[in-house]
């Protein structure tokens, strides 16, 4: 049966609707996109608009970063509780292969790689570093150990894995279950703070108190003291603009100051701040969703849905690859991404090889 005649090329609206006449799988390619578009902002968002392909090193102590903890380096070093963090552009460039840990974000932190915590491993994207870093804060997580309960995420053993929450003062991630208070029934809070920093920083709990209209007027400190002692041992749950109430009186900025947790004042140490700049990063550019379409606009509608067909087992085949990295907690490499698309590449060559007509997929 011959082809059908080429039509002018349809519009971006009509292709993304070509599945639904074509195909009975129940899966469309705006669904794919979708969920794509919707993987790529939260990825956007984890990694804050962190550079991954300049050492973050020459920006000193940065306000905010992706980081991750090189274990490979650390077993290296023969120095097992060796405590190091590395930025994203390092991660990629510096420490390809190399079993990481993935730290989501931490505050004011100088890139480790290359110093003397990395004996056998110099950084490639800035070779003058200082020795250390001494102003950076380290916890268990770089270690690759989270909580109270010390243990790994995700951890093997736990039989009822549980939500994990990160404490906005000591930057530790801690599970539901162990938090020793439950958060609020609608989830409708926007930080935590566990309980070891609430009894570290009681002064917290003043704010705990309903807000008052003179409240900026009156130190909020003063009614401390009659705020019950067990209040002090578990964790709290704070709306937004919880922070804006903290009283800036030259005492409290004093106090601030001594206790080293002058980023509580500051707007742009909420990690709410940074997934925003990250999404904003990526604003201006436009989405795989825009470019899919205005490149299926240039074709006929016999080429859109063999692209289209293409498009959803390519989607399908790349999740599921994946999805075995995750099961088996393994970091993808760059060599791994490369073997996929081999993969890919020699079987489209077997298949083209083996065809004895012309005739597209879709011509019946």
Not at 147 to 167: A, I, L, R, W
Not at 313 to 324: C, I, M, R
Request: hydrophobic letters at 30%; glycine letters at 4%; proline letters at 4%.
């Amino acid at each position: 049966m011959a082809c059908p005649d080429n039509k002018e090329p349809a519009t971006s609206c009509e292709a993304g609707k070509l599945v639904d006449d074509e195909e009975d799988n129940g899966v469309t390619l705006e669904e794919i996109l979708e969920e794509e578009a919707q993987l790529e902002e939260d990825a956007n968002a984890v990694l804050g608009g962190s550079d991954d392909a300049n050492c973050t090193y020459r920006l000193g102590y940065v306000n905010r970063q992706a980081l991750y903890a090189c274990v490979t380096c650390r077993q290296r070093s023969g120095n097992l509780t060796q405590l190091a963090g590395v930025c994203l552009a390092c991660s990629y460039h510096c420490h390809d292969g190399h079993e990481l840990i993935e730290l989501y974000t931490k505050r004011n932190f100088c890139c480790d790689c290359g110093n003397s915590k990395f004996p056998s491993n110099k950084c490639t994207l800035a070779t003058e570093k200082s020795e250390l870093n001494e102003n950076n804060s380290y916890n268990q997580n770089f270690l690759g150990k989270y909580c109270t309960c010390q243990k790994p995420y995700p951890d093997p053993d736990d039989t009822n894995p549980d939500e994990m929450v990160q404490c906005i003062m000591c930057e530790d991630w801690h599970h539901n279950k162990h938090l020793g208070s439950s958060p609020p029934p609608d989830q409708d809070y926007s930080e935590m703070i566990c309980g070891q920093c609430m009894e570290k920083y009681p002064f917290l709990n003043a704010y705990l108190l309903p807000a008052e209209s003179d409240q900026t007027l009156v130190c909020r400190l003063s009614k401390l003291e009659a705020i019950e002692k067990d209040q002090l041992k578990n964790a709290t749950f704070w709306p937004e603009g919880w922070r804006n109430r903290l009283c800036r009186c030259e005492k409290c900025l004093a106090l601030y100051a001594d206790k080293k947790i002058q980023y509580l004042t500051d707007d742009q140490d909420t990690v709410e701040h940074y997934e925003q700049k990250g999404k904003m990063a990526c604003v201006n550019r436009p989405s795989n969703n825009e470019r899919l379409m205005e490149a299926l606009s240039s074709l006929d509608r016999i080429q859109q849905v063999e692209a289209i067909t293409e498009y959803q087992s390519f989607a399908a085949e790349l999740k599921d690859y994946l999805k075995t990295f995750a099961d088996n907690k393994r970091v993808v490499r760059e060599e791994d991404i490369t073997e996929f698309f081999g993969r890919l590449k020699e079987r489209k060559r077997r298949r083209l090889d083996g065809e004895s007509t012309g005739m597209p997929h879709f011509c019946r």
